[in-house]
Structures are given as C-alpha cells and as structure tokens.
C-alpha cells in the first residue's frame, strides 16, 4: 500500500519552461512534506519542504503547492534548466512518527536545451 | 564535514551468498535510516536507529536481512543468504534529533545478485 504516490514516472520539459511535478498521498496523518533530487550514482539530496499549516513554499526557481483537501503537492521549477534533470522524490512525514520519512517512487525528469 | 560513508559502492555476488554492507554517518547524528532504492517501488524505508537503538525494523522485508548499529559511527545491513530480488542499490542516511526532516543520504551502494 503505498501512501506517497508518483503517477507519472517520466517528464520531458523545454529548457526555459516551466516543469510540474505531482505527488498524491493517502494519509491525512501526514503533517509536513518534502522533495528530494537525485542525480545518477548520488544519494537524494533535500530539495524543498512544506508544512501542512501553508499551502505554498518557494525557494527561488523551485515552488511547492500543497493542496490538503485533495492531498496533492506538486513541485513547479521556472525556470526549467538543463541542470535540473535529475529524479525527484516526494516524501511525507506522519505528525505521529517525527523521524521516518516515506517516499514515493520518484519521476525522472528531463530538461531538453 | 564527510557526509554519509557507505560501502562498498558496488557489489556483485552470487545467489546464496552473505552481503554485508557498511555506513558510517555524518557525526554528531543520532538518528540513522537504512533506505532501499528499487525501479518498482522507489526509496523504501527499512530500519533507522536512534540513538544505535533500532526503532522500526518494519520495513525489512525478510528475515535474511538484518541491521546493527554498534557505535555511533557505524552501522551495517547484512543480507544471508542473499537472493536476485534483493538487487536493489541501498541507501543510508543519518539526521539529528528534532529537526523539519531534512535527511542527509550517502552515495549508495548497488548491489546485484546473479
């Protein structure tokens, strides 16, 4: 039963565009949120985080929406940079379990120069 | 500072075998979590330590896998006997105490079972 879920394993954005990431979970008992970025042959590395008390965080080109009531997060990146592909990872913490972290299976992403 | 130490960063080994993999977290971390990476289910959670006191083993998924943490820089996943569907690349990662949750992860280590 996984309760981060990544639908979309793969997306290929123009370099300059804008690139959106999405993540769904099933757990209401979630309370703060995170992405991760992982290069090949490198461990993920902390990205951007929410809590669930806002409804956006943004850290220069890198946004995140957090949308409680569909339990919806996505991960917007303007603009999109070569740089950027990498696999992003989606991952929750449940308010009861401050130190485990669960994952989602990660997209791919591709920035086309 | 070193980040996160693991290795070796690439196994290769037959089926039957004992897999012993290493970590070395970031000092001063108390909290320490041992993450595998799959195609199909994406970073999976197997055991963290705090404290080197295993907390949640509920995610290792068999009894062939097992996990210590003798001393605070130090910790081991072993594999016996070790299976194809455990070729996987394995991640460690340490944090400290109460922190947003931000995990700091080490290069990984892929391991493959012929």
């Known amino acids: 039963d996984q309760q981060v879920k990544q639908n979309s394993p793969s997306l290929s954005v123009q370099e300059g565009r804008i690139s959106i990431l999405n993540c769904d979970y099933t757990?209401?008992?979630?309370?703060?949120f995170l992405w991760y970025k992982k290069y090949p042959a490198e461990g993920p590395t902390f990205l951007i985080s929410?809590?669930?008390?806002?409804d956006k965080n943004e850290d220069g080109r890198f946004t995140v929406f957090l949308n409680k009531s569909a339990k919806h997060l996505s991960l917007h990146i303007v603009p999109s940079q070569p740089g950027d592909s990498a696999v992003y990872f989606c991952?929750?913490?449940?308010?009861?379990?401050?130190?485990?972290?669960?994952f989602g299976s990660g997209t791919r992403l591709l920035v086309r120069p | 500072d070193a980040g996160v130490i693991q290795s070796p960063r690439h196994e290769v080994t037959e089926m039957g075998q004992e897999v012993t993999l290493r970590c070395k977290p970031i000092?001063?971390?108390?909290?320490l979590f041992w993450y595998r990476q799959t195609m199909m289910r994406g970073l999976e959670l197997l055991i963290y330590?705090?404290?080197?006191?295993?907390?949640?083993d509920s995610g290792m998924p068999e009894d062939r896998f097992s996990a210590k943490m003798p001393n605070a820089s130090f910790s081991t996943l072993k594999i016996q006997p070790s299976e194809p569907r455990d070729s996987a690349v394995y991640f460690c990662?340490?944090?400290?105490?109460?922190?947003?949750?931000?995990?700091?992860f080490g290069e990984g280590s892929r391991l493959t079972v012929l």
């Open positions: 990662a340490s944090r400290q105490g109460f922190d947003t949750g931000e995990l700091f």
């Open positions: 757990n209401s008992m979630f309370d703060y």
């Open positions: 929410i809590s669930s008390i806002k």
């Open positions: 991952a929750a913490k449940r308010v009861d379990s401050s130190y485990k972290l669960i």
């Open positions: 000092s001063g971390h108390d909290y």
């Open positions: 330590f705090n404290n080197n006191v295993p907390i949640d």
